[in-house]
Every structure is written in structure tokens, then in C-alpha cells.
């Protein structure tokens, strides 16, 4: 069956450190994103991509990048991380742009001490 | 102010009660309207898409006023398993692609 995961599921690192989450779907979607999520608080979105080399930033971008090289993966990094950044990360996608639906990954939970 | 607001809740209601949520949003040129539920610690997943027309899917009914820029959620017969977050999500028709949460509503449903 088709899904879409993400990994590791946990991380603990250091403030400053670089951290690469990885998020893969196979349904062939061309669109994905990745939020974070805090506590009481809904989906921000950091970056997202319409297609293989396309990518955008979103309303939380800033200590983040991805790259899109393939259809299947979306890898989000943070270039130093910072303890602001402990959330829970969650990527999705969703086929073309006239969609109805976001398909989520389960998440990965980011603490940065 | 944020784009998409929710009721903040929680709602605590017995079983069999109906409950209902609004939500609003700023950006009047948005196009889709949706919502998602989110399960403690779980990803978010699609619960209904909400229709002009409004819509119903068995115990649940979705409705848009454009006008007022609102939606709402109604829960019938509430169950123990409809406890959960519900999230009001906004698509922006100008910017296919980028979706707009809510902060969420929690709902819990006791016996």
C-alpha cells in the first residue's frame, strides 16, 4: 500500500548541531510540505514543494531548508539547531494542486537541548 | 490577528450530546474549507471537506457562511470515540497548494 513515513520518530540532539528529518512517499504526490506543531497549537508551515526542484518557504521558515531532487522525497534540515525548534514535525502530501486532501506522515518528535 | 480561529475549548460533553464548533478565517479570498482530526500525538487526517451547499457525512454536518467568513462543525450523538482535536483548515484559492490550520478544538466525550 501506498504511504507515506518519516524518520527518525524521536530525536534528541544538541543546540547547534545539524539535524536532517526525512519524510518519503510513495504515491507519487507532487505536492509536500512539512509543519511543526507546539503544544496547544496547530500546523505552521515551514517549507513546502510543488514538484521535483521546487521549493517554497513558509510562514516559519527561517532556521530551516529542504530540497526536492526526486517525486518520492522531501528532507527538511535544520542547519543549526536552536531549542526553539523542539516540536513535533510532521510532513504531508497531496497530489496536484486541486486537491482535497493532505496525507500526513506520523510525525517525528524534535527535542533540542 | 490569526487567519483561521477556533473555538479554544475544550469541550467536555456526556455521550449522546451534540456539540458544535465554528471557526473563522481573515483571507476572504480563500477557496477550500476543511476538517481534520487529530488524534493525542497522532497525525492530523481529513474528517470532511465542507461545501457551499454545506455537507453531512452520518453523525457529522459541515457548513460554510461566505458572507461572515465562518464554518462550523456539528457532531450528533456524540461517541466516546469522537474524543479527539478538530482542526479548521483553510486552503487560500490564490496560492494553490497552502493550507491554513487552526489552532484546534479539543473535544472530549465522557460515559
Known amino acids: 500500500d501506498a504511504e507515506i513515513t518519516q524518520s527518525p520518530r524521536h530525536k534528541i540532539t544538541e543546540t547547534g548541531r545539524q539535524v536532517t528529518l526525512a519524510c518519503h512517499q510513495t504515491?507519487?504526490?507532487?505536492?509536500m510540505f512539512w509543519y511543526r506543531q507546539d503544544l496547544g497549537h496547530g500546523l505552521r508551515l515551514i517549507h513546502y514543494?510543488?514538484?521535483?526542484?521546487?521549493?517554497n518557504k513558509g510562514e516559519v521558515s527561517d532556521g530551516y531548508s529542504v530540497s526536492r531532487s526526486n517525486t518520492e522525497d522531501l528532507p527538511l534540515t535544520l542547519e543549526s539547531a536552536a531549542s526553539s525548534q523542539t516540536s513535533v514535525y510532521f510532513c504531508?502530501?497531496?497530489?496536484?494542486?486541486?486537491?482535497?486532501?493532505?496525507?500526513f506522515g506520523p510525525g517525528t518528535r524534535l527535542t533540542v537541548l | 490577528r490569526k487567519e483561521v480561529e477556533q473555538d479554544p475549548g475544550p469541550f467536555n460533553v456526556p455521550e449522546g450530546a451534540t456539540v458544535a464548533f465554528n471557526c473563522t478565517y481573515s483571507?476572504?479570498?480563500?477557496?477550500?474549507f476543511f476538517w481534520y482530526r487529530q488524534d493525542c500525538r497522532k497525525e492530523p487526517k481529513l474528517l470532511m471537506s465542507?461545501?457551499?451547499s454545506g455537507n453531512e457525512d452520518g453523525r457529522f454536518t459541515a457548513q460554510l457562511n461566505r458572507a461572515s467568513q465562518y464554518i462550523s462543525l456539528l457532531i450528533r450523538d456524540s461517541k466516546l470515540s469522537d474524543s479527539a482535536t478538530y482542526l479548521c483548515?483553510?486552503?487560500?484559492?490564490?496560492?494553490?497548494?497552502?493550507?491554513?490550520f487552526g489552532d484546534g478544538t479539543t473535544l472530549t466525550v465522557k460515559p
Open positions: 504515491w507519487n504526490h507532487n505536492n
Open positions: 504531508a502530501s497531496a497530489p496536484g494542486q486541486d486537491y482535497n486532501e493532505q496525507f
Open positions: 465542507v461545501y457551499s
Open positions: 514543494s510543488y514538484g521535483v526542484h521546487d521549493t
Open positions: 483548515v483553510v486552503r487560500d484559492g490564490t496560492n494553490a497548494g497552502k493550507s491554513t
Open positions: 483571507n476572504s479570498a480563500s477557496q477550500s
